[in-house]
Structures are given as C-alpha cells and as structure tokens.
C-alpha cells in the first residue's frame, strides 16, 4: 500500500476518502475492485491512526438521467453493500453525497478554477458524451470538478480509485494546485491517487477480454453481490475456460484471458498472488480448479449477499447509520469549506 502515515513533505492531516455511484446492480468487480479496498483501508486507518471516509456518490450519478425511485433503492443498496462486506460505521465515516451540501457548494469554486480544456480531455467525458456532446448534461462534463471536491473538502490525501479514475484524481491535484498557485496559499493537499490490488480489474466469466459488468446481457457473466450461494457456485462452474491445463508459471496465462480471469479472482479472494495459485493449481484441469474456486467465492460472498439482503428490508437502519454519518463528514467539510471562501473573498456568517 502507499504510504499514508508518511507526511513528513506535507502539514496535511493523513485522510482517505473514495465513492462509488449508486448506479445499482453490484457486482464482484465493485466488491474486488473496491469494497474490500475500503475495508483493508479501514483497518490499516485504526491501527496507523488516520480517518478513512467513504460515501456514495449519487450527485455523480444523476449527471445522466435516473429513476427517482431506483435511485433510492440503489444508494440504499450500495450502503448495505459497503456495510456488509465490512466497513463499519463506528470506524469510518460512510455517508451519501447529497447529504454533506458541501461538496456542491466548493464544486461551484472549483468550476471557476478548471479550465475548459482540462474537462475535455477527459477520457470518460468522450466515452459518455460520445459524438453527441451537444445532448450531454453540463453536469457529466462538469464531473471532474466535483469529483475534486468530494475529494479536497475534506482535505484528503490518499484515494483508492480504480484505473478508470485515475485520470480524474490527476485533475484534482491540478484544481489544488492552481487554487493554491491563484490564491498564493498552500491550502489544498496534492492528493495522490492509490491503485493497487490483485483484481482491481474483473473480468467477464464469458469473455475474459471484457470488464465483468451490470450491463452484461447474460447474468452469466457475471458474480452479482446479491447471488446466493447456489447461484455463485454455478456461475463459476460454467465459467468459459480452454481445454489447456493450468500452468505453473503467470506468464503462461498471457494468451488465456479466461483461464487469466479465474485465477486472478481466485488470488484476490484468497488474498494469495497469482503464483501462489499456480504453485497449488499449475498442471490441474478446470474440472479441479473450479470447484475449489467455486468453494472458496460461496465462504466469501454468501454472507455477504446474506446480510446484504437483510439490511434491505431494513431501509430505516441503513438511513440512520448514513444520516450519522453525514453528520460526521460536515463536522469535518464545514471548516474546510468555510476557510476555503475566507481565502476567495467570499463573505460568510
């Protein structure tokens, strides 16, 4: 992991802070990917002593049209899902976006401090906008500046993103730096962004060239975090593999992306290296290997997708544990907001 308790370059506090978009339909990439992350992130906070914040971002979410209804149900999801798989709310902050106002309000400074050119090099925003850039929502191309003040407005210094996030947390560090350049101040940290892990990257159980995703046409493709026991086991069971037995060494995965796949998921569930797998499976069929994988996902995500399902029927709790939560983080944004409008002359009571 990055180094977060070293600050020995900068005043800043050590902080983590990272979201998702309640966008629904979890999967085993977002929990792999992410989720876990956050929990590894968790523990190493209350033993090195610095806060981890995490939060769904429902205001990034609505940059493209969603049902009012699911979108609701998503975030509650989402919550029930962090919950679930281990973030604990007496150990870090959890919270939803649109609950701490501040991150809208220094957003707004933050888009008088980007620049146009900034915003359209963004790879997502010509991936989502497409060639219809005119139909697209001033909110999608204005994405990155809130991204950074979800980010900055509780000075945080270290955020675990997935590769396609690293391009916007490089955005954030060049708002900081030209507020501090603008403002002659050293107000906000260089925010560093942390991508690590053994399957930051899931792919698709039917092709292992593509991302496992929600929006899969075959459910097969994918693990989703709500499946049961039964369902995850025979998911993997009918995994798209080769004929080949597996090798002994990583570099023979190169050219089989599928067979690639399983054992990543099979490392990161085991908190094993890809070698290590090989070293117990390398010469071993698929009809070996995937019982044990499939074995080893049902220990791991079935009480996940357990206590996921009641935290659902039980919406009032999760409302109440993110409510508290958001009291945390304007205990935290507040100051930081207020501060950063004393600096550009904005007056305040």
């Not at 800043?12 to 339909?25: A, D, K, L, Y």
């Not at 797998?277 to 996940?304: M, T, Y």
Request: proline share 5%; charged share 25%.
């Amino acid at each position: 992991m990055s180094d977060v308790t070293d600050q020995s370059k900068s005043t800043f506090q050590p902080r983590v802070f990272s979201g998702i978009q309640p966008s629904g339909g979890l999967t085993l990439g977002n929990y792999l990917g992410a989720m876990r992350r956050f929990v590894d992130w968790q523990e190493r906070g209350l033993k090195e002593g610095f806060e981890t914040i995490f939060c769904m971002v429902d205001q990034h979410a609505i940059t493209v049209w969603q049902d009012p209804e699911a979108l609701r149900r998503q975030t509650r999801e989402l919550a029930a899902g962090y919950i679930a798989s281990g973030l604990d709310p007496s150990k870090s902050i959890l919270f939803n976006q649109s609950q701490v106002p501040e991150h809208a309000q220094l957003a707004w400074i933050f888009n008088c401090v980007a620049r146009m050119g900034w915003m359209q090099r963004m790879t997502q925003w010509k991936d989502k906008a497409g060639k219809n850039t005119q139909n697209a929502s001033l909110g999608l191309f204005a994405y990155p500046a809130l991204m950074a003040a979800d980010i900055l407005v509780y000075h945080a210094t270290h955020i675990p993103v997935g590769e396609d996030q690293k391009q916007h947390v490089e955005l954030t560090r060049d708002i900081a730096a030209k507020f501090n350049h603008d403002y002659k101040t050293e107000f906000f940290p260089i925010t560093e962004p942390v991508i690590e892990g053994a399957a930051t990257r899931v792919m698709s159980l039917r092709d292992g060239s593509k991302k496992m995703s929600k929006s899969d046409p075959s459910d097969m493709a994918r693990i989703n975090m709500t499946d049961d026991a039964d369902a995850i086991a025979s998911k993997i069971r009918k995994a798209r593999t080769d004929p080949d037995a597996l090798p002994s060494e990583v570099a023979g995965l190169a050219e089989r992306p599928e067979a690639k796949n399983l054992v990543n998921i099979y490392a990161a569930l085991a908190d094993m290296s890809m070698e290590q797998v090989l070293g117990d499976f390398g010469g071993k069929q698929f009809s070996e290997f995937k019982p044990a994988l499939a074995d080893l996902a049902v220990a791991k995500l079935s009480p996940i997708s357990t206590e996921m399902a009641r935290l659902m029927t039980q919406p009032d709790e999760i409302d109440a544990i993110i409510g508290k939560g958001a009291l945390k983080a304007r205990e935290i944004a507040e100051p930081i907001l207020k501060k950063t409008y004393d600096i550009v002359g904005m007056i305040r009571s």
